[in-house]
T-cell receptor, first 117, second 109 residues
Framework: GAGVSQSPRYKVAKRGQDVALRCDPI?????LFWYQQALGQGPEFLTY????????KSGLPSDRFFAERPEGSVSTLKIQRTQQEDSAVYLC???????????????FGNGTRLTVT | EDQVTQSPEALRLQEGESSSLNCSYT??????LFWYRQDPGKGPEFLFT???AGEEKEKERLKATLTKKESFLHITAPKPEDSATYLC??????????FGQGTTLQVKP
């Protein structure tokens, strides 16, 4: 596709429910990032994949958060036993392979807005 | 600890009134400073990357500059369509971006 695609766009969950958020990166992008953005704040890093390998998960706030990218393309962020403090926009980003991957800008999707009631 | 601070938090301008947004940072192993624009309900949209002190980049009414401790986003003769939140981020050697809290710009006609 032309850009990073995330689904669903909106998700309402009752406290204690499990949710799964999907990210389709730009075709051919090897790096994939998940961020959490609270209202009025900048995005906060959650986790990073290079192909199927999860290289950094230092930003995941608790063991209720789990991310996977089994075939190095589509990624899923799963939140178990959701709590009200999990309410936020979850952004996915991917970056293109260049000689210096660190210099490649991140291209973001429009996010999934999660509301936990 | 890595830190990115943006100021002001909010800025209201009249159309045509030029101004600057500030991004100050402390980070070990800087691998670039990034500016993004974010519209309500959308993801951040990439604007610029700066790598070394003294570097400048321009795009339409926007110009970004970089020193060893801060970056400025200069907006010349802004228009209402420039209204958005502008995010600054620094990249560490690990590759992840660390964002500031953003500056929300409103340009009134």
């Amino acid at each position: 596709g032309a850009g990073v695609s995330q689904s669903p766009r909106y998700k309402v969950a009752k406290r204690g429910q499990d949710v799964a958020l999907r990210c389709d990166p730009i075709s051919g992008h090897v790096s994939l990032f998940w961020y959490q953005q609270a209202l009025g704040q900048g995005p906060e890093f959650l986790t990073y994949f290079q192909n199927e390998a999860q290289l950094d998960k230092s930003g995941l706030p608790s063991d209720r958060f789990f991310a996977e990218r089994p075939e190095g393309s589509v990624s899923t962020l799963k939140i178990q036993r959701t709590q009200q403090e999990d309410s936020a926009v979850y952004l996915c980003a991917s970056s293109s392979p260049t000689r210096d991957r660190v210099k490649s800008p991140l291209h973001f999707g429009n996010g999934t807005r999660l509301t936990v009631t | 600890e890595d830190q990115v601070t943006q100021s002001p938090e909010a800025l209201r301008l009249q159309e045509g009134e030029s101004s600057s947004l500030n991004c100050s940072y402390t980070v070990s192993g800087l691998r670039g400073l990034f500016w993004y624009r974010q519209d309500p309900g959308k993801g951040p949209e990439f604007l610029f990357t700066l790598y070394s002190a003294g570097e400048e980049k321009e795009k339409e009414r926007l110009k970004a500059t970089l020193t060893k401790k801060e970056s400025f986003l200069h907006i010349t003769a802004p228009k209402p369509e420039d209204s958005a939140t502008y995010l600054c981020a620094v990249r560490r050697t690990t590759g992840k971006l660390i964002f500031g809290q953003g500056t929300t710009l409103q340009v009134k006609p």
